[in-house]
C-alpha cells in the first residue's frame, strides 16, 4: 500500500539509468534525469562537477572545519598545490591513482563513506584531468546570460533536432482550451466556453484565450497555491497547541499582486520590508506579514530564547529557499558542505531579521526585545496572543468596492423610500416613543459589571432582577466582550436565569463559532447559537434583540452569568429600552435629535424627513431581511481580518552559535551582510546598519544570479509538472545541472529585462509550440526520455489537491467563485482534532455558500491539516516548501469515491445532468463538464451499462436513494424523481473519479 | 450466491489488473527493499532485511506521550528520598535547560511509589507496573537515555525523526521507505492515539509525517470512532455490490485511457482503486473485535471500540499479524507536572497490564521474536518537585528511562545509568540517535546506509550520529 509504480526513488531511478542508457547523469533526482546525449566535449558543470560534490567535497570541500588531508578539490588552484592532480597527465595524477585503486586504504572515496564511484565516472575523471582539469564556476552562481537564440522554441527545437528529434506534434483544441484553463485559473472550461474555442477559427484565439484567462481573478488563486506553500503560509501557529491565528489578508494580498501582475522585484520588496517602505500602505504592511508566518509556540515551559533561535533559523531558511533556491540552512551549524556559505552568512543573514518585534515564547516567560507600547502607534494596530497584529477592514482586498459601496447606497436608498407597511409601522412607533417619553423610560439601564482584568478568573453572577421596565419596552441586551488571545476566531456565551410564575429557568446563548469546546462545559441551559464570527483578542459590542433570546414575555429577568470559554472578559452590562430605537438597532444623534423636535411637535419638516429616512433604512422591522442583506454587503467592506503584524523594533543581538547551540553564547556578535560569495555582496558597518529593505534590494538586484533562476526554474514547473532544474530547493552544487541551461537563462534574462513581469512570463512559456505539444508519447520517445526532459512533448500533470476540490465543485455547479475572505470549513471526518488541546478544538464545517469554496481557503491546521489536502499531497506549511511530491495511493480512490465533498458534487452534477432528454446526452453532458470533451462510444457503453445497474439498485432497494441524496447541504429540487437522481450521482461518480478528471493532459 | 458474491468472485476472477503490474505485493514494498532483493537475507534463511540479515519484521513504538517520570518507573533512586524537600545541589542544575521551573526553587522529590526487585536479573522496577514487572526477564531497560528538547511538540519531533526541524520524516516513514509494507491491503505505518491519566498534551500528525521522503511513506492514524481510516466506508446508501461496481467502472473506463496513452500513473491508479476497494473490507474487518475471545480482551481488559490504550494494544497486535511494519501507539497521559501521584496512579493503571498483555500475546502467538516493541516517552521527569505541595515534577531531558522488548533483545537486561539523584545519563548515556540505529540495525538495516537525497544531501535518520546499543542486544 502506499506505494506507486512510478519508481521515484534515487535508488531506482540510478538503477534504471544504468541498464537503459550509455550515460547518465550522476546527480540522481526525484524526477529522473536527461537522458544521454552527445559526449563530445566534457562540461565540467555537467559532467564533472556533480561527481565531485557528490562524492569528494563532503570532506575536500568549503567546510574547513572537516577538510581531510588538507586538500580541497573545490578551488583548482588549492587541488593541484595540493598535488591532487597534474592537468593534462592524468597518469601521474594521484586523484587517478586513487580512484582506481583496488587497495582499501587507498581507494577514494573511502569505502568507509558509503560512496564510490562507478567506472563511467572514474574514466570521466581521467578524460577530464588529461584534458586539462578545467574547472568552471558553477552554473547558478555565474551571471545569468542571454542566450544566442532566442526564445523558448527556438531553443528546443535545435536540442531536439541534435538529437534527431521533432516536437510532437499540437494538442487538440479541446486538450489545449482544458489545459489552459486548468493551469491558468485551475478551474476547467465550462462546455460552451469549448464550444466557442472550437469554433473560433481566428489565428490569434489561442493567445486571445490565454490573454483572457491571464485577466481573470482566478488566475492569482492559482498563482498563490505554490507561493503559500513556499512562505509557509497557514491558519495556525503549529506548534503544541496550534492555535489559531489570522493571516487571511496576506493570503489575499498575494492574489491580488499576481492579478495584478505586481514585478516580482515589488512582490519580494513588499514582503520582506513592506513596513519599511517610505509613507507603507496597508497594503504594504500586509505583505510584511510574510515576515511573521512563521510557527509559534505558546507551550508552557519553553525557554524564550531557544524559540527566538528556533524563529531566526526559520527564517533564513524559508528566505533563502523561496527566493534564491538556496539551502543556506546548511550553514546553521557548520559551513556549508557544497556551497560556499559560510556559518557567518548564515548568521548575518539572520540578522537582517532581527529587528521583527516578539518573543520567542508567546506565554508568560516569554518577552519582546522591546516594549511594545512604543510600538503600537496607530488605531489599525494592536498586540494579540501572538505579538502584535494589524487590522485589515475588508475593503482593502475587496474585488471590487466601488460597486459594493454603490450597491449599498442604492439598497438603502430604497428603504428610505419606504412602503406603506413601514409607514404604518413608523406612525406606530413614534406613538410608543411618546409613552416611553411620558414615562421617562431611559435608553439604558445599566449593570456595574467588568471583569476586563480577570480574564482566567471564574465569572461572577450579575444580578439584574432591579431592571424596571416591562418586556414591551425592551429592545436588547447589550454588553462588551472579549475571548483571550489573537488570532482566530473563539466563542463565549452568556447565560440568562429568568422567572415565569415563580418557576425560575435558564437559556445560554452561544456566541461566535463553537470550535472550542470548552464552553460546552460551561453552563447546563439549553445553548442557542446567537451570533456571527468573533474574532478573538480584540472587544466586541454585542446586541442580543429581545426576539433572538426569545422568552415568554410574561417572564421576570433574574441574572446573567458571562459563559467564558476558554477565557474571556465582560463589561458593560446593560439592558437597552425601545426609548429611541427598536430591537433592530437605535437612533444616531441626528435621529434622537429629530425624533426629540417630533415628540416635541417642533419638528419641522426636514426633522420630520430625516427621522422617518432613518427609521425606515436602519430601525423598520418591516424592512429587516432587506437590511440583513445590506448589512452583509457592509461585512464584506467594512468587517475587519487581522494579520500578523511585522514591526521593525531594536534588533535583537544575533550571534554565531557555535554548532547551532542556542546556550553557547561564545559565538561572535555579526550585522546583517548579504553572502559574501555573491554578486554585489552588502555588509552593515557599525555606523550603518542594513535593513529588510537593504536585503530585499540586494535579492532583487538585476545582478543577483539567483533570484530570476529560482523563480522561472518553479514557474516552469505549473506548466510542465517538473522544473528545469528538478531540486527547485537546491541550485546549488548539489543541485541538478539543468538539462536545459540555456533555457533556465533565457527565461531568467527576459524575466529580468520584462520588468520581472509575471504574466509575460507566464505568456511566453504557455503561448510557446513546446507549451502545446501533444502529451501523449511514443513508446519509442518515452523509452529515449522517460521524463520527458528534452521537452519533446508535454507532460500530463496531476492536479494539486486544492485543485482537483475546484475542480469537482466547478464540474458539478457547486463551486463559489468568492475571492478571498475567511478561510472556509468544508467537510472534514470528525474527531480529526482530537488530538489537539490547549484549547479542546471541535471543528464546525460551513453550513452555507462557504462550503463550496475553492480549495486554497480551506483552514489551514498545520498539525492535522484537512485529510483531502494531506492525501493529494499538500502539507501543513510548517516550513518553506516549493515542491510537492504527487502520490498515487489507495487513500486518494478512498477520498473520491466516498468524500462528502465528492459525493455531493454527483449529486450537484447528476440535477445538471437530469435537464438533458436521453441519457447518451447524459454522458456526453458529464464528459463536457469533466473533460472537455466527449466520450468515445466505448465510454458510452460503459456508463451506460453502469447508468442502468443502478437504477435496477435504487429501484431495488439495494440501494437506497434518500439516503445516498441526504449526503452535503446541498439539496437538490424535490421535483426530480430520487431514483433517477440518484442513479445519475451514481454516474457522475463514476465521472468524477477518473484519472482524466484529476490530470490535466 | 448473492449479487455481492457474484461479484466479488468476479473481481478475483480478473486478473488483467494484476497482469499490468507486477503484483500488488510488489507495491507493497518499500523502495530499497525491492530494490535491492539481491542483497537480501531471504537467502539465508533469516528475515529479509536492507543490508544484513533482520532480527525482527515490525516495530511497535509504545509512545508514552507527555513524558512518564523515570523515577517513578524504572530508575529507583534513594538519594532523593534522603534529600526529598532538601534543595537541589546547584552542581546539577547550573547551566542547565529548564522547562516550566524556570524562576523557581529547585526542591529534590523523593520517589513517589515503591520499587521492588523482579526476574532472574533482579532489575526495580516500581510497584506500579506490577503486570510489567512480571515480564523483568524479557525486557531491557535503558536508564540512560537522554535527548536534547525539553517540551513536548519538539521533543516528539526529535524522538520520531533525530531533528528538531520540523518537516524531516519520522522513523517509522524512513522504515516504510526502506522495506514497505508485508501487507497489501492495509497501510505499513500505522499510528493510534488514546488518552487519560492527566492531562492530555496535544499530538501533531507531523510526528508521524513522510517528510521529505514521498508522501506514500507517511504514517496513516488509526480512528477510534467513526471510519478506522477516512473515508473508507461507503457513502449512506450505497451497497458494497454497488460501490465495487462503480470502482470496476471506473477501471475500465481508466483502462480504456491507459490503452492509448503511455501514462504508467494510469496503472498506478487503476491498482490503487483496486486496493481501495480491497480496503473497504479488511479495514471494517481489521476493527472488528467480535472475533476476539473473552479471555485475550480479559488479558488487555478492554471493551472492543472503547477508544482506550487497552484496546490500541490489542489493535497493535492485530496490525501486527496483517503485516504492518511500524505501529505507534501514543498515550497521552504522562504529563504530570502537578497532582502526580493521583495522575501517575490512573495512567499506570490504564497502561500497565495492556503493554504486558501486548507483550505476552504476541509471545504466545510466536510473534514476539520478530516484532521489536519501544515502550517510553519523549523525555523522563526532574528529580525536583513541581507544582502545589510539590507533587510533580517537570520536564527532563538529561537522563530517563525506556525499555525495549522482542526479537534481537537479551531481555533481564539493565543498560546504563543515571547519577544517584537521576539527574543526568552517566553510564553509557544513550543518544535517541543510538536508539533509532538500534531500531534499524534488528530491522536489518545500516542506519548509516538508509538515506535519502534532499536539499543536495544525503539526509539519514541517525543525521551523523547513532551507534547501535550493543549492550542489549542478545
Known sequence: MHSSIRKTTPTLVALASLALLPWYSPVFSAEGTAPNESLNAIDFNRDIRPILSNNCYFCHGPDKEKREADLRLDVREDAIEAFAFVPGNADDSELVFRVFSDDPKELMPSPKSNKSLTEKEKNLLKRWIAEGAIYQSHWAYNPIERPESEGIDAIVSSRLQQNDLDFSPQASKETLIRRLYLDLIGLPPSPAEVEAFLNDDSIDAYDQLVDRLLASNHYGERMAIPWLDAVRYADTVGYHGDQERDATPYRDYVIKAFNENKPYDQFTIEQIAGDLLPNATLEQRVAASYNRLNQLSREGGIQDKEYVKKYQSERVRTTATTWLGSTMACAECHDHKFDPFTTKDFYSFAAFFADILEKGAYTDVGSYQDSIEKYLTDEYEHEGWFGPELTVPNYVFHQDPVSAREEIKNLESQLAKGSPEAETEYKQWVKTQRNLAKRKTPTYVLFDYTDEYFENASAKRIDISSYPYPFADTAALEFEARIVGGGGRGSLGIELTYEVDGESFKKAYHLGDNFEKELDKKSDAPAVQASPLLYKGVWHSISLAIDVLDIPPEATLKSLLPLKGNAASFRNFKLRTLAGGTQQGRLSDEGQNALGKVLAKRARKEDQALLKTEFFTHLSEVFSKERATIDELKETLYGNRYTPLTVSATPREVKVLPRGNWMDESGETVLPASPTFLPNPIASTEQNRLDRLDLANWIVDADNPLTARAFVNRVWALYFGTPLSIAPEDLGLQGEYPPYPELLDWLAAEFVESGWDVKHLVKQIVTSRTYRQSSDVSDALYEIDPYNRLLARQSPVRLPAEIIRDNALAISGLLNPKIGGFSSRPYQPEGHYRNLNFPKRAYAHDKDANQYRRGLYTHWQRTFLHPMMTTFDANGRDECVIKRDLSNTPLQALTLLNDPSQVEAAKALAERLMEEASDAARIESAYERALARKPTAKEAATLQGFLDRERERFRNEENDPDAFLSIGIYDPDPENPPIELAALASLSRAVLNLHETITRY | ?474
Not at chain 2, 261 to 286: C, G, K, N, W
Open chain 2, 1 to 474: 450466491m448473492s449479487q455481492f458474491q457474484n461479484y466479488i468472485s468476479e473481481i478475483n476472477r480478473r486478473s488483467f489488473l494484476r497482469k499490468s503490474l507486477s503484483s500488488i505485493g510488489v507495491l507493497a514494498l518499500g523502495d530499497l527493499l525491492s530494490a535491492n532483493d539481491a542483497s537480501s537475507a531471504s537467502a539465508t534463511g533469516g528475515i529479509q532485511g536492507l543490508h544484513h540479515p533482520a532480527k525482527v519484521k515490525r516495530i511497535i513504538h509504545l509512545c508514552m506521550a507527555g513524558g512518564p517520570s523515570h523515577l517513578e518507573t524504572f530508575d529507583y533512586k534513594p538519594a532523593l528520598e534522603t534529600h526529598h524537600g532538601e534543595e537541589m545541589p546547584e552542581s546539577f542544575t547550573a547551566g542547565e535547560q529548564i522547562a516550566q521551573l524556570q524562576n523557581n526553587a529547585l526542591k529534590v522529590k523523593g520517589p513517589v511509589y515503591k520499587f521492588s526487585r523482579h526476574g532472574k536479573s533482579g532489575m526495580e522496577i516500581t510497584d506500579r507496573f506490577p503486570h510489567i514487572a512480571s515480564l523483568a526477564d524479557e525486557i531491557a531497560v535503558v536508564r540512560s537515555m537522554y535527548t536534547e528538547q525539553i517540551n513536548h511538540d519538539p521533543a516528539h519531533t526529535f524522538m520520531n525523526t533525530g531533528s528538531i526541524i520540523p518537516g524531516r520524516p519520522s522513523m517509522g516513514a524512513w522504515t516504510h521507505y526502506g522495506l514497505g509494507s508485508l501487507s497489501d491491503d492495509l497501510p505499513g505505518y500505522v499510528v493510534l492515539t488514546s488518552e487519560g491519566g492527566g492531562q492530555g498534551q496535544p499530538i501533531s500528525a507531523r510526528q508521524w509525517h513522510n517528510g521529505f521522503l514521498p508522501s506514500k511513506h507517511q504514517g496513516v492514524e488509526l480512528q477510534s470512532k467513526g471510519d478506522p481510516v477516512y473515508y473508507v466506508g461507503n457513502p449512506d446508501g450505497i451497497s458494497r455490490g454497488s460501490q465495487g461496481d462503480l470502482v470496476e467502472t471506473i477501471n475500465t473506463l481508466n483502462s480504456e485511457l491507459a490503452a492509448h496513452r503511455h501514462d504508467p500513473e494510469i496503472a498506478t491508479r487503476i491498482a490503487q482503486y483496486e486496493l481501495a476497494f480491497q480496503m473497504q473490507s479488511s479495514v471494517p474487518d481489521l476493527a472488528d473485535f467480535s472475533k476476539e475471545p473473552q479471555h485475550v480482551l480479559d488479558l488487555y481488559g478492554c471493551q472492543p471500540g472503547d477508544g482506550s490504550y487497552a484496546s490500541n494494544c490489542l489493535m497493535a497486535r492485530r496490525l501486527a499479524e496483517r503485516g504492518v511494519r511500524f505501529i505507534q501507539l501514543y498515550h497521552r497521559g504522562w504529563d504530570h507536572h502537578s497532582n502526580l501521584n493521583k495522575n501517575f496512579t490512573a495512567v499506570s493503571e490504564l497502561a500497565d497490564k495492556p503493554t504486558a498483555a501486548l507483550i505476552k500475546d504476541l509471545k504466545m502467538r510466536g510473534m514476539l521474536d520478530e516484532t521489536l516493541i519501544i515502550w517510553g516517552g519523549e523525555f523522563g521527569r526532574t528529580p525536583m518537585s513541581q507544582g502545589a505541595g510539590g507533587d510533580g515534577r517537570d520536564h527532563h531531558i538529561k537522563g530517563f528511562s525506556i525499555f525495549l522488548a522482542g526479537g534481537g533483545i537479551k531481555g533481564g537486561t539493565v543498560y546504563g545509568t543515571t547519577d544517584e539523584f537521576g539527574y543526568a545519563a552517566e553510564e553509557n548515556p544513550t543518544a535517541v540517535h543510538d536508539l533509532h540505529a538500534t531500531m534499524l540495525h534488528l530491522l536489518g538495516i545500516d542506519h548509516e546506509r538508509l538515506t535519502y537525497k534532499f536539499q543536495g544531501r544525503d539526509f539519514r535518520l541517525t543525521d551523523v550520529h547513532g551507534h547501535v546499543i550493543k549492550g542489549i542486544l542478545s
